[in-house]
């Protein structure tokens, strides 16, 4: 994937991870394989295109990372212990990054939203693991879950030369949710 993405539109000098699977779990009904999966996706994928793009960022001397953690590694879930420990290790994962790269002139970021109106939230509320997303939303200081678009703009501003001054850091876009 990153040869292709290198061969049409050349180095890679913006990284954004996203990538996420959730499971509700009771602690005691967490099997070894649940949590590996759980790990591997949110936490190891999230290390691995990161680890792919950097080379670029550094030839280049500028480079912008954000990665997609949760709020709920900040606060915590119940029948979530897998998924808070592997985004809470992406917000740990960014800020050894933005240390670690700096002197490179590469930023590293982290957003962890609240509810966020997306599939993935409108399976969990199917599937009854979660209030609906409406409910969930009125719960918001801001009075609603947020859109993919609150958080896409909050990526845009931190992958631009605006936010060149901006490194390690957890930009909560969870309308008041978790302050």
């Not at 292709?4 to 991870?17: F, K, M, Y």
Request: hydrophobic share 45%.
């Amino acid at each position: 994937m990153f040869s292709s993405i290198r061969e049409d539109l050349g180095p890679i000098t913006i990284a954004v991870t996203s990538a996420g699977i959730e499971s509700f779990d009771s602690l005691l009904d967490i099997t070894p394989e649940k949590w590996d999966r759980i790990l591997a996706v949110n936490l190891t994928g999230t290390f691995t295109c990161v680890q792919l793009a950097v080379p670029d960022m550094i030839a280049a001397g500028w480079g912008r990372i954000v990665t997609i953690s949760s709020s709920s590694a900040q606060s915590g879930a119940p029948n979530m212990a897998h998924y808070v420990a592997s985004k809470g290790g992406v917000i740990g994962l960014t800020k050894a990054l933005a240390r670690e790269l700096a002197s490179h002139g590469i930023t590293a970021n982290t957003i962890p939203p609240t509810i966020v109106d997306t599939p993935m939230a409108r399976k969990a509320e199917a599937a009854g693991d979660v209030p609906s997303v409406d409910v969930m939303g009125r719960m918001v200081p801001l009075g609603r879950a947020g859109t993919p678009e609150d958080i896409a703009t909050a990526c845009s501003f931190l992958c631009s030369d605006h936010a060149g001054y901006i490194t390690g850091q957890v930009m909560g876009v969870n309308g008041g949710m978790y302050i």
